[in-house]
Nanobody
């Protein structure tokens, strides 16, 4: 399973960005998708997840109401999106997408151990 994240960039505070994560390889539709981020000098932090079974979504409290995760299923790929609105400096980080067994992700969406596959990061920089 391969994951490719994209969509990062430089944005002013209050602006928006949409990150994409394309999942390909073996049975991409099976996997739940999560987004994590890591700011400079800080530990990696879970941001949001979406279930592959019923589309349930989960969010870090600090992004609720500002970020929206979604998922599009194609024949051989799945693309997960993270729409980020009202960005602030605290959102500056490298964002990673990850794929995991939906049973594990539903129980522990914020646990990095629930995710088996990881993509490379995409940098989001919010200027104040």
């Amino acid at each position: 399973v391969q994951l490719q994240a994209s969509g990062g960039g430089l944005v002013q505070a209050g602006g928006s960005l949409r990150l994409s994560c394309t999942v390909s390889g073996r049975t991409p539709k099976f996997y739940a998708i999560g987004w994590f981020r890591q700011a400079p000098g800080r530990e990696r932090e879970w941001v949001s997840s979406i279930s592959s079974s019923d589309g349930s979504t989960y969010y870090l409290d600090s992004v609720k109401g500002r970020f929206t995760i979604s998922r599009d299923v194609a024949k051989n790929t799945v693309t997960a999106y993270l729409q980020m609105n009202a960005l602030n400096s605290e959102d500056t980080a490298v964002y990673f997408c990850a794929a995991g067994d939906p049973m594990g992700v539903v129980v522990f969406p914020s646990a990095s151990q629930a995710y088996e596959y990881w993509g490379q990061g995409t940098l989001v920089t919010v200027s104040s």
